[in-house]
C-alpha cells in the first residue's frame, strides 16, 4: 500500500530558530501532497496544498512566509516553520494523494505526525 | 460556512458491544466520505471510505451509513475490541480527486474490559 514517512517525529528547538519537517512517499509518486495541524483533543486543520514543481497553495489564514512549503521532487514535500515561537508548538502532519493502478479514483494516506514544542 | 462535526465528543462501550459513531456534515455537494482512527500520538488512519453514490459500505468489523437526506454519516464497528479504543475522525471532500479534506472534530472511543 501507499506509504508516507514523515520525520521527525518529535523536535524540540528554540524560539526564533527554523524546524524543517520532510514528507516522502516511500512507494509511489506524490504529485500532490497536503499539510495538516492539530491542536491536542482538536481536529485537523488544513494549512496548504503542496503541489510538485510548483507553489504551494496556502487556506486562509496560514502565513506563507512563516510555514515555508517545497516540492521539488515527486517524493519529497517538506514544511519549514521559520522563526519558531511557542505558539507554533503544535502537531504537524502530511498527507498524500495516491492512485493505485487502474483505479478511478485517488486515495489518501498520512503521515505519523511530527510533535514540534517550541522552548 | 461548511461545517463537518461529530455529534458527541466522547463514546465509552463494554468490550464486544457495538459501537456507532455519527458525523453531520453540511455541504450537500460533497461527494466522497472518509472515517479516520487516529492513535494517540500518531497521524490518522484509514478505516473506510463511501462515495455519495452509495448509501452504505462494508469492511472487516467495520460499516459506514451514508444518509444524504438529512446530511448524516456514521460509523459502526462492531464486536469492540480495546484496540479499536482512539479518537475518530470523519472527513469529507467536494471532489474526490482535489483532495481537499475538511475534518470533523473527532469523537474518542474508549473501549471497557
Known amino acids: 500500500g501507499a506509504v508516507v514517512s514523515q520525520h521527525p517525529s518529535r523536535v524540540i528547538c528554540k524560539s526564533g530558530t527554523s524546524v524543517k519537517i520532510e514528507c516522502r512517499s516511500l512507494?509511489?509518486?506524490?504529485?500532490?501532497m497536503f499539510w495538516y495541524r492539530q491542536f491536542p483533543k482538536k481536529s485537523l486543520m488544513l494549512m496548504a496544498t503542496?503541489?510538485?514543481?510548483?507553489?504551494?497553495?496556502?487556506e486562509q489564514g496560514v502565513e506563507k512566509d512563516k510555514f515555508l512549503i517545497n516540492h521539488a521532487s515527486l517524493t519529497l514535500s517538506t514544511l519549514t516553520v521559520t522563526s519558531a515561537h511557542p505558539e507554533d508548538s503544535s502537531f504537524y502532519i502530511c498527507?498524500?494523494?495516491?492512485?493505485?493502478?487502474?483505479?478511478?479514483?485517488?486515495?489518501?494516506?498520512f503521515g505519523s505526525g511530527t510533535r514540534l514544542t517550541v522552548v | 460556512g461548511e461545517s463537518v462535526g461529530l455529534h458527541l465528543p466522547t463514546l465509552s462501550v463494554q468490550e464486544g458491544d457495538n459501537s456507532i459513531i455519527n458525523c453531520a456534515y453540511s455541504?450537500?455537494?460533497?461527494?466522497?466520505f472518509i472515517w479516520y482512527k487516529q492513535e494517540s500520538g500518531k497521524g490518522p488512519q484509514f478505516i473506510i471510505d463511501?462515495?455519495?453514490?452509495?448509501d452504505k459500505r462494508q469492511g472487516q468489523r467495520v460499516t459506514v451509513l451514508l444518509n444524504k437526506t438529512v446530511k448524516h454519516l456514521s460509523l459502526q464497528i462492531a464486536a469492540t475490541q480495546p484496540g479499536d479504543s482512539a479518537v475518530y475522525f470523519c472527513?469529507?471532500?467536494?471532489?474526490?480527486?482535489?483532495?481537499?479534506?475538511?475534518f470533523g472534530d473527532g469523537t474518542t472511543l474508549t473501549v471497557k474490559p
Open positions: 503542496s503541489n510538485e514543481g510548483s507553489k504551494a497553495t496556502y
Open positions: 498527507s498524500a494523494r495516491f492512485r493505485d493502478r487502474g483505479a478511478v479514483h485517488y486515495g489518501y494516506t
Open positions: 463511501i462515495r455519495s453514490n452509495m
Open positions: 512507494d509511489f509518486q506524490a504529485t500532490t
Open positions: 455541504n450537500s455537494a460533497s461527494d466522497y
Open positions: 472527513a469529507e471532500l467536494h471532489n474526490t480527486n482535489a483532495g481537499k479534506s475538511t
